[in-house]
């Protein structure tokens, strides 16, 4: 109690002394929509973390199976897989675990399984995303627990026009195939959007096959001229076959859905949501896993800018997660197993004399079983003339342990939250508005990270990874842009997985009938054990794509992955695992 004083008692403070200062706001804010799920509400340039914002052009140009697959052109990320399709895992900074030490969050709510708080990626196909967002580096503060190395908020579409939708089919190697239709209408006060996905393929070896079908709708209705309130749910059905390493025959099958309701209010200076929600899922495994899981979750957050140059974001976030096991080996873990955990945070940005920002951010954390936890963040921004842009930032990042940590393989209920803390440093140069340069420096130290030793998992690891992010976009005409990323990391000892060197070169072309991509991917540095041993071959990919709008409202396209048939492996989960050579898909649009 004493503890939540404190935390309150520096709010308060925080806030009085902002009553102060009277300052013109230099950074800009983005747009309100009706639907605002995202938690920063400001433009990535003027926010000292690093950020990005993958918008719906890019998704278009690209020819990603799933959602998170397309993050792997950013620096700083990597993306773990085990073949074409199937999972898509996001390693951010080094970290990412299958999803438990990163947020994947879909329009502000965390799409994880309970059991073991990992997120199954390939049940986010492409079919219904308006825009990615991603941070790189702990945002705790702001997104709990669900960003402990970053966070990857899903964005999905809702209707602009009174009547709208499309038809994708397509065809591939491996007996690739892709149907997706999508329909929605904008009325005065309602609007829907719904969207069908289905994906199979043979896969591009032995035991790699995959098939699903994804169903989306959303709907939202303007209750009063500021109100908004919107229903949105999902439901995925897919079998995905482990090529090897894994042992033959394995698969997965993978049913999960989701549900919630959606509030939004404009009152006076105040921007207030509430989102009620439940995730859901059923797994069953060649090996006999079969389990089922769900989390129920409330968020509250307001955000004000009632006193000038400031503005203050507030919230709450709850979540129950449960999950049963109806089988598996052990019997004596078959049973069901629960908990809660909730969060109250503050972030607060103010500016002084129109050049210098300053963000600070707290939150208290409360878990059923390893207790309290406090996170905080400081970030700056200074603005220098001619669109330099100097920024910094010390955050803090906490993962609770999740169920299976607690209670099944190798559990132990006497487990601590892992943490972590960046500190980095960046120049984000803008020359006009044809180039865009962003490096940064940052070292991340982990803490109490929890391993197993002597058959009992304990909060005994440690980590400090080190690395410099560095990203450029040149537009050189209205029709022709391009964009170079580089990532160097430094990982010390841990360098099972996490490749040292990474660069990614994109260049993209439209004009009004033809578009087109062409992508280079360079990885180096690669080694599938720690202590840099058993290294892996670097590797260099070359993909492109091309659309040709062939009517006014049909579009073809074809994609080439891989286009000099490179032989390439990826570490995942203790594995090497060989991904396709050369891939061609074709197929059309039909907009209606």
Request: proline share 3%; charged share 20%.
């Amino acid at each position: 109690m004493k503890k939540i004083k404190l935390f309150l008692s520096i709010i308060l403070v925080v806030n009085l002394n902002y009553l102060c200062f009277s300052l013109e706001e230099i950074y800009l804010s983005a747009v309100r929509t009706a639907y605002t799920p995202t938690r920063y509400n400001i433009l990535t340039r003027y926010i000292p973390l690093s950020a990005s914002v993958v918008t719906k052009e890019d998704i278009l140009m690209t020819n990603s199976n799933q959602t998170t697959d397309i993050l792997g052109q950013l620096p700083g990320v990597f993306i773990r897989k085990t073949s074409a399709f199937g999972r898509a895992d996001v390693d951010i900074r080094g970290m990412g675990d299958n999803g438990r030490q990163i947020g994947v969050l879909v329009d502000g709510r965390p799409d994880k399984m309970s059991i073991f708080s990992c997120s199954v990626t390939h049940t986010l196909p492409m079919n219904n995303v308006e825009r990615i967002e991603i941070i790189r580096g702990p945002e705790s503060v702001l997104y709990g627990s669900e960003a402990f190395g970053g966070a990857v908020n899903i964005i999905t579409r809702r209707a602009k026009e009174k009547f709208e939708g499309s038809f994708l089919s397509s065809y591939g190697t491996f007996n690739t195939q892709n149907y997706r239709l999508q329909q929605g209408s904008k009325f005065e006060k309602l609007d829907y959007f719904i969207s069908i996905d289905r994906r199979l393929t043979d896969g591009h070896k032995e035991n790699s096959m995959y098939n699903a079908t994804d169903y989306t709708g959303q709907i939202g209705y303007k209750i009063a001229k500021n109100t908004d309130l919107s229903f949105s749910g999902k439901y995925f059905s897919g079998t995905k076959n482990e090529p090897l390493p894994s042992p033959a025959g394995t698969w997965n099958n993978y049913d999960r859905g989701s549900v919630d309701f959606t509030l939004e209010s404009l009152v006076g200076e105040f921007d207030n949501s509430i989102k009620i929600y439940r995730s859901f899922g059923e797994h069953k495994f060649s090996d006999g896993f079969h389990s089922k899981d769900f989390t129920d979750g409330l968020m509250i957050h307001t955000r004000t800018s009632f006193l000038l140059n400031n503005e203050i974001s507030l919230g709450i976030d709850y979540r129950n997660q449960v999950g049963e096991i109806l089988n598996t080996s052990p019997t004596s873990f078959i049973g069901e197993y629960k908990k809660y955990e909730y969060g109250i945070y503050i972030d607060d940005k103010h500016t002084f004399f129109n050049k210098l920002s300053l963000q600070i951010g707290s939150r208290y954390n409360y878990d059923e079983i390893s207790k309290e936890f406090f996170a905080s963040r400081i970030g700056l921004i200074y603005n220098f003339s001619q669109g330099t842009i100097l920024r910094g930032v010390w955050s803090e990042g906490f993962r609770p342990p999740a169920i299976n940590d607690l209670y099944l393989w190798a559990g132990n209920k006497n487990l601590k939250p892992e943490k972590v803390t960046n500190t980095e440093i960046g120049i984000r140069q803008f020359f006009g508005e044809n180039i865009y340069f962003d490096i940064g420096g940052y070292i991340m130290k982990g803490l109490d990270l929890i391993e197993v030793r002597s058959g009992k998992k304990v909060n005994i690891g440690e980590f400090e990874f080190k690395g410099v992010e560095t990203i450029c976009n040149i537009k050189f005409n209205d029709n022709f842009n391009s964009q170079f990323n580089y990532t160097y990391m430094d990982v010390g000892k841990k360098t099972a997985g996490r490749p040292g060197n990474k660069a990614g070169l994109s260049l993209i072309y439209r004009e009004q009938k033809v578009s087109g991509l062409l992508g280079c991917d360079y990885v180096g540095n690669y080694y599938a054990s720690d202590d840099s041993q058993n290294k892996i071959n670097d590797y260099f990919l070359v993909n492109t794509k091309l659309n040709y709008k062939l009517i006014s409202n049909i579009d073809i396209f074809i994609s080439v992955e891989n286009i000099t048939d490179v032989e390439y492996k990826i570490f995942y989960s203790g594995g090497l695992y060989t991904m396709p050579k050369r891939t061609v898909n074709m197929g059309m649009i039909y907009t209606f």
